[in-house]
């Protein structure tokens, strides 16, 4: 058996990405009536987080501060959830992005420096205790 390379791994994980689009489009039929007075999104987790009862739990309380709530969980890594269009109003009060479709830590600025400046001082260390050995 052969391991894919690079081009191929991309290709196969385009080709599945398309699959759970089009999924999720047959799954996710509306009427007019949901769309003048409901607004929906799919949330994401990349490692399956969904299939944890409390991670699915905790995103359902995280969602509900903005005013989400569950419609259906399609598997492990995806969970659809609707609103009414007036929450939007409250949207400058949210403590998270109303809008994010993948939950988890976000990078900021600060916390990209203070990795950075962790992996060079372990670089740093690992270098100097090589050299200390070598002599």
């Known amino acids: 058996m052969s391991v894919p390379t ?35 999104k799919i949330v ?7 299939r944890n009862y409390q991670a699915v739990q905790k995103i359902c309380q995280e969602e509900a501060e903005s005013g989400w709530e569950l419609v259906e969980k399609f598997d492990s890594s995806r969970l659809r959830f609707k609103r009414r269009v007036e929450r939007r109003s409250n949207d400058h009060l949210a403590r998270l992005d109303p809008y994010r ?9 600060a916390s990209s420096a203070l990795l950075i400046g962790v992996i060079l001082l372990l670089v ?4 100097t205790l090589l050299i200390a050995y070598k002599k």
Request: proline content about 2%; overall charge negative.
């Open 44 to 50: 994401r987790s990349e490692f399956g987080r969904f």
């Open 6 to 40: 690079g081009g191929a791994t991309a290709a196969i994980t385009a080709a599945a990405r398309r699959r759970e689009e089009e999924e999720e489009e047959e799954m996710t039929a509306y009427d007019g009536q949901d769309l003048n007075s409901w607004e929906f």
């Open 124 to 127: 740093a260390g690992a270098v």
């Open 101 to 109: 479709t993948s939950p988890g830590f976000r990078w900021s600025g």
